[in-house]
C-alpha cells in the first residue's frame, strides 16, 4: 500500500521504482473525474443503504430467535448465518439465480446493453441486496449474542413498573443494545 501511494506523485504514467519525479497530476485527475464522484456517490448508496437494511432485518431475526419459541427456530437462525458460512461465490450465484428466475431480471444488463436508468437502478439494488445478505449475519450474530447475555428480567422488572412493550424496548433494550447494534 505504501508503495501504491508513493506511485500516486509518480510523473511517470507506469509503476516505476524508484519515482521518475514527484507531481499532483494524477490527484487532479481524480478529482475531475465524474466516473470516481459517480462510484463514490453509488459506494454510499450502497453501503447506507445495505446497512439500514441488515441493522432492521438482522435486529429482528435476532429477536424473534433469541426471545420466541415457535418451530422451525433453529431453522431459521440456520438460514440467517447461511450466507457467511458458503464461499461467497456460491451465495452470489444463488443470488443471482434468485434474481433472474423469480424476477425475470438478467443482472448486469447496464454494462451489456446500452445504460438506462432502470438497469442501472436495478443492478445498484441488487448490489445492495447482495451487500445485506452479509451484512446481516453480523448484525444478527452481534444482537443475538447481546440478547442472551441481557436475558429478560429488566424487561420483566420494566413490565411490572407499568411500562408499555414500546417504552420497556425505547428506555431498557434499546440503550443496553447500543454496542450491538454500533457493531453490526
Not at 462510484?39 to 454510499?44: C, E, T
Not at 431459521?76 to 450466507?83: A, N
Not at 443471482?96 to 442501472?120: D, H, I, P, Q, Y
Not at 420494566?158 to 443494545?177: E, H, N
Amino acid at each position: 500500500l505504501l508503495l501504491v501511494m508513493l506511485n500516486a506523485f509518480n510523473t511517470s504514467k507506469t509503476f516505476a521504482f524508484p519515482p521518475s519525479g514527484f507531481t499532483l497530476r494524477w490527484w487532479g485527475d481524480a478529482w475531475a473525474s465524474t466516473g470516481m464522484w459517480r462510484s463514490l456517490v453509488n459506494s454510499m448508496v450502497v453501503g447506507l443503504c445495505a446497512t439500514a437494511l441488515a441493522l432492521t432485518l438482522g435486529t429482528m431475526a435476532a429477536f424473534a430467535v433469541q426471545r420466541y419459541r415457535f418451530f422451525g427456530r433453529q431453522t431459521i437462525s440456520f438460514l440467517v448465518v447461511l450466507p457467511i458460512t458458503l464461499p461467497g461465490i456460491v451465495t452470489g450465484i444463488a443470488l443471482n439465480a434468485t434474481f433472474t428466475s423469480a424476477l425475470g431480471v438478467t443482472l448486469g444488463l447496464a454494462t451489456v446493453m446500452k445504460e438506462s436508468t432502470l438497469t442501472r437502478d436495478f443492478d445498484l439494488a441488487a448490489v445492495i441486496v447482495g451487500h445485506a445478505t452479509f451484512c446481516i449475519v453480523i448484525v444478527f450474530n452481534n444482537i443475538q449474542a447481546r440478547l442472551r447475555r441481557l436475558g429478560t428480567s429488566l424487561e420483566d422488572a420494566s413490565a411490572d413498573l407499568g411500562a408499555s412493550s414500546w417504552q420497556t424496548f425505547r428506555y431498557v433494550t434499546f440503550p443496553m443494545m447500543r454496542g450491538a447494534l454500533l457493531a453490526g
